[in-house]
């Protein structure tokens, strides 16, 4: 049997909480040896993180989605994570699709301090980057 690596998987949204030990043995059983679990907001990072001290084979990053990016004080709870519990940051980057979506000004700016915790603790970053390659690089 093939190993894979999950590299995206949010076990972390609603949908997959009442059942998170029926997915992962599922998953487990199919090959999947590892399974990381991207962050799209602080309450759903934080139970990335939870997850994955729960579960050996389970893994967490944690960010702010482009889509949720209104303010940079919505990303401020950044500070307060340990690197230590996460494996890398994401999803996080500029997503111009959505004509509702916050202003390019206001996504940079969110993306840029992703990118600070990055550096400064030597994480990979998972972007997310939806029409708008040019704004993201
Ligand atoms: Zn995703």
């Not at 995206?8 to 040896?33: P, Q, R």
Request: net charge positive; aromatic share 8%; charged share 25%.
């Amino acid at each position: 049997m093939k190993n894979y690596i999950d590299t995206h998987g949010h076990l972390n949204s609603e949908e997959f909480l009442n059942n998170l030990d029926k997915y992962i043995n599922n998953a487990l059983k199919k090959g999947v040896k590892k399974i990381i679990i991207p962050g799209t907001n602080e309450i759903d990072s934080l139970k990335a993180i939870e997850i994955s001290k729960k579960y050996e084979n389970i893994y967490a990053m944690v960010a702010l989605h482009p889509n949720y990016s209104k303010s940079i004080d919505l990303i401020n709870w950044l500070e307060n994570i340990n690197s230590k519990d996460i494996v890398g940051i994401g999803e996080c980057g500029i997503d111009l699709y959505w004509k509702d979506n916050p202003s390019l000004k206001v996504q940079q700016k969110v993306f840029i301090k992703h990118l600070d915790y990055a550096k400064k603790h030597n994480l990979p970053v998972v972007v997310h980057s939806r029409n708008a390659e040019k704004e993201t690089f």
